[in-house]
T-cell receptor, first 113, second 114 residues
Framework: IAGITQAPTSQILAAGRRMTLRCTQD?????MYWYRQDLGLGLRLIHYSNTAGTTGKGEVPDGYSVSRANTDDFPLTLASAVPSQTSVYFC????????????FGQGTRLTVV | QKEVEQNSGPLSVPEGAIASLNCTYSDRGSQSFFWYRQYSGKSPELIMFIYSNGDKEDGRFTAQLNKASQYVSLLIRDSQPSDSATYLCAVWGNSGGSNYKLTFGKGTLLTVNP
């Protein structure tokens, strides 16, 4: 089934540890995005990539890094996790940057303790 | 100023009624507008998109866009308990060059009471 796959679905992480959230899409979409969703704050863009090999900062990029080595994969790394990074993380993709529907993965629930 | 604003809710309507969800946006250059539905614990799913001024109907859903007023709304006719969810308004914007981003409102929680 075509779509976006995120892993893990949930994780409890000790503060200070490094963590990579994985995201893979099989729709050959050019653009990919990472959002975090927090109660009362809605969905906020962390980083984006308009095409393989390029990335950009979103609204809340501090403490996160991304890479886009190929079209399909867009991992999000927390170099040294802090409790304020406890959130639900969604990866999304769209065929063309700035246009059309964005499709979402199932989300990763991350708790930093 | 938040770029996309939604009425805060929560919104509660009886089954069979019309639910009206509203959204305003700040970027006058925005051309594409979306309504997503998100059930609790699930990911957002697209239910409507609209690009031109006026109304767009799809089954029980109608999206309305007024670019002059920077306003987009979603009407749900004959509301059903299964429509109970958070509805997210989303707008494509460009902060310069190729810096596209899909900005979401905080969402409106809709409850349809049987």
């Amino acid at each position: 089934i075509a779509g976006i796959t995120q892993a893990p679905t949930s994780q409890i992480l000790a503060a200070g540890r490094r963590m990579t959230l994985r995201c893979t899409q099989d729709m050959r979409h050019n653009a990919m995005y990472w959002y975090r969703q927090d109660l009362g704050l809605g969905l906020r863009l962390i980083h984006y990539s308009n095409t393989a090999g390029t990335t950009g900062k979103g609204e809340v990029p501090d403490g996160y890094s991304v890479s886009r080595a190929n079209t399909d994969d867009f991992p999000l790394t927390l170099a040294s996790a802090v409790p304020s990074q406890t959130s639900v993380y969604f990866c999304a993709s769209s065929a063309t940057p700035g246009q059309g529907e964005a499709f979402f993965g199932q989300g990763t629930r991350l708790t930093v303790v | 100023q938040k770029e996309v604003e939604q009425n805060s809710g929560p919104l509660s309507v009886p089954e069979g009624a019309i639910a009206s969800l509203n959204c305003t946006y700040s970027d006058r250059g925005s051309q594409s507008f979306f309504w997503y539905r998100q059930y609790s614990g699930k990911s957002p799913e697209l239910i409507m998109f609209i690009y031109s001024n006026g109304d767009k109907e799809d089954g029980r859903f109608t999206a309305q866009l007024n670019k002059a007023s920077q306003y987009v709304s979603l009407l749900i006719r004959d509301s059903q308990p299964s429509d109970s969810a958070t509805y997210l308004c989303a707008v494509w914007g460009n902060s310069g060059g190729s810096n596209y981003k899909l900005t979401f409102g905080k969402g409106t929680l809709l409850t349809v009471n049987p």
